[in-house]
């Protein structure tokens, strides 16, 4: 893990198969006590590149009254939907409405919780059932079930 930290800051994070909160610059990580058995995940990668300089500068955070963390642990998926927001959504969807068409398509779809990975341009979705490999046709797409 310290070696792939040194790749990227949020490259630890794959070293473990189990759910991990990331803090810091996704550097720090905990072991979280949530589990997506049964549910399946689907990753949409649009042909299009978000500036990491350009969607920090433009964010607009918000403070939540209750951590992250503390919301995902205390919420099933099927309420994260109401409970759980990515701030950079809002001001990368402005200026790239596609991969805002991503999210609602994947709800649409039946997504139980859908949204960017983080400032870039993928969007993932979790839901119930498969989808199909074909859903978002001329996308990359990768997709898998969770045990």
Not at 63 to 68: I, N
Not at 101 to 124: H, W
Not at 126 to 147: H, K, M, R
Request: aromatic fraction near 10%; glycine fraction near 8%.
């Amino acid at each position: 893990m310290h070696y792939a930290s040194k790749l990227g800051s949020d490259c630890a994070f794959f070293i473990q198969d189990k759910p991990m909160f990331g803090s810091g610059r996704g550097e720090v990580l905990t072991t979280v006590d949530i589990s997506l058995k049964g549910k399946f995940l689907i990753l949409v990668k649009p042909d299009i590149h978000v500036s990491t300089l350009d969607a920090y500068s433009n964010v607009n955070p918000c403070q939540p009254e209750v951590s992250l963390q503390n919301t995902l642990m205390t919420n099933p998926v099927s309420r994260w939907k109401d409970v759980v927001r990515n701030d950079f959504e809002e001001s990368v969807f402005k200026k790239f409405p596609e991969i805002q068409s991503i999210k609602e398509k994947m709800y649409s779809l039946g997504a139980v919780y859908a949204s960017m990975s983080g400032s870039g341009s993928t969007v993932f979705g979790i839901f119930d059932l498969p989808i199909t490999d074909n859903a978002f046709p001329g996308l990359v797409q990768w997709s898998a079930g969770l045990n």
